[in-house]
């Protein structure tokens, strides 16, 4: 397991607050928010809050992601781009098949399972605790200009350059043998 926070390398950006009614910085996932290939998990994606974004923000892309997948690249379980600057909170489960509860103009990226809606956490059993990080950016563009069929890792190169501030809560999971 890593222990350096993923976005470290990334310029500087501004803090702003996130909160979520589903799971509190530093704790574990709830059984809902786990992979629905495991037991009691259902593939939900969390619920969040933002408040405090820099000024001249004008959108948002979400992002969860693990970086201690035993992949050599980590695993990213979700990633949502062009959410309009107006929104400052995402509903639990709009990261389902449909997106639909998602605001307009936004869209999901395929995950690593190249599923374009959230994938729960499944970190292999006995490999230890993995870290989720879910993460809000802020971003200085209306529409980051990227395909809904790129990966998380392009909407992350894509936006490193566009980013105001940056919020995130860390999640954690693990798979006991």
């Known amino acids: 397991m890593s222990a350096n926070d993923p976005f470290s390398r990334l310029p500087e950006a501004a803090a702003f607050t996130l909160t979520s009614t589903t799971v509190n910085d530093g704790a574990a996932w709830p059984p809902a928010q786990w992979s629905s290939g495991t037991p009691g998990g259902k593939d939900v994606s969390p619920q969040l809050n933002w408040s405090g974004a820099p000024a001249g923000t004008k959108s948002y892309a979400v992002t969860v992601y693990d970086p201690d997948a035993p992949t050599g690249s980590g695993f990213w379980h979700w990633a949502v781009a062009n959410i309009p600057a107006t929104t400052t909170t995402l509903s639990e489960?709009?990261?389902?098949?449909?997106?639909?509860?998602?605001?307009?103009?936004?869209?999901?990226?395929?995950?690593?399972?190249?599923?374009?809606?959230?994938?729960?956490?499944?970190?292999?059993?006995?490999?230890?605790?993995?870290?989720?990080?879910?993460?809000?950016?802020?971003?200085?563009?209306?529409?980051?200009?990227?395909?809904?069929?790129s990966t998380p890792a392009l909407l992350g190169f894509t936006i490193a350059g566009h980013i105001l501030g940056r919020a995130t809560l860390v999640a954690t999971a693990e798979a006991l043998q």
Request: aromatic share 8%; net charge negative.
């Open 93 to 149: 489960g709009v990261g389902d098949d449909t997106g639909s509860g998602l605001p307009l103009g936004s869209f999901q990226l395929p995950n690593d399972a190249r599923l374009p809606r959230y994938i729960g956490a499944a970190p292999p059993a006995g490999h230890g605790k993995h870290r989720y990080f879910v993460t809000v950016h802020a971003l200085d563009v209306d529409d980051i200009g990227i395909a809904s069929d």
